[in-house]
């Protein structure tokens, strides 16, 4: 007689659709019930997460190849790329099944540029993609791009599209990429609300900044990384708006080296106090003095759900005069001293206010990505051919000026 645990592993493993919706929400020590089912129905699918690098592409290509029959099929549902070349990843996205592909990571050292990035979503479809991460520069123009009429950009035009197709997209980040004036032709085509989006040093302007304010996507934003932009000087009005329309969904909010200062605290708070279903708070890199940020805790204190607050080095703690945004060695020689006072400060204010529940720190080099160990040989050799390239560059230049 079954019992009703491996009934219902049955019941999961014989509707592969639901299965792979539902996975995710099933506890571990489960699995084991869940393959004999599916090995008794002749569901035997292995699904992976990948992470493909320089250092294991053959291996990977080797595990995804076409094989003999075999009692176990690999399927790929996230796939993180990293330190590949373009042919490389378009050959092992190729392998992986990108029909079956939910979360797309291609990062740090891909160096991609509009071009390609054409090129993969045009020759690849991603029907079931829910989340793509492009890296830095993903949207240049390619190097042997002919110019185009003013305002017609054929290569972006032809990635909205794609990207429109995607119907199950809701999570998208191309931090880094140059997309001045550009945001509502890459947005505005999409099929699905979306409720994740990364625009870090996009290099937005007006029009992009009253396109996101008043665009679909705005309502349903749970997740929101708007760093690198003088948001509250350049785009007050915008930026208000746009936090207004999220702040019935915003969960995480990252305004990093935003040129945020203390006369502009009044605008963030004001801006800030609808969000209450914010849960996280990231304001790295802001010229904020030790009691504008008691101030701004004081008003975090009214957010019920704040649970996690990275906050900047007060701006007393380093010589009077220092520019913004900081470059690393900058941002390293400041009084440790008289921040651990200021840090425990601003603990005490939450802690008066019965908000022990938020937990705050100052990750100065901002957060660590646990990955980049599986690079970072990989980094090295990459930075070292960087420099190689540029020194022969310099060099030529340099004899052509003779």
Known sequence: MKSLRFASAEALASHPQVALQSLDSVAHNLYPLLFKASYLLERAEVLADIFVTDGNFQLVVQALGPAAPAPLRLHCLSFRADSLDPSQLLQVLCLAGPGELRR?????????????????????????????????KAFDTPPACAPTTEGEDPLLTSIAWELSQMT??????????????????????LRTPLRALDLANCSLNHADMAFLAGCTHAAHLE??????????????????????RAAQTLRVLTLEECGIEDRHLSTLILALSPCQQLQELRFLG????????????????????????????????????????????AMSKFDQQKYELIAEDLRGVLLRAGRDDIQVSTPVFGSFDPDIQETSNELGVFLLQAFK???????????QME
């Open 286 to 329: 802001n010229p904020l003095s030790a009691s504008a940020l008691r101030r701004l805790f004081l008003a975090l204190c009214e957010l019920p759900k704040l649970r996690w607050v990275e906050f900047p080095v007060p701006k007393d703690c380093y010589p009077e005069g220092a520019a913004y945004p900081q470059d690393e060695l």
């Open 104 to 136: 797309l990571q291609v990062v740090h050292n891909v160096r991609l540029h509009a071009g390609h990035v054409q090129q993969l979503l045009a020759q690849l479809h991603f029907p079931q993609l829910v989340s793509l991460t492009l890296p830095a």
């Open 389 to 399: 390239t540029a020194l022969e560059n310099f060099s030529r230049a340099l004899k």
């Open 168 to 189: 199950q997209l809701t999570e998208l980040s191309v931090a880094f990429s140059t997309l001045t004036g550009n945001i509502q032709k890459l947005l505005g085509p």
């Open 223 to 244: 997740v929101l990384d708007l760093s690198g932009h003088s948001l509250i000087h350049l785009f007050p009005s915008s930026f208000f708006r746009l936090l207004g």
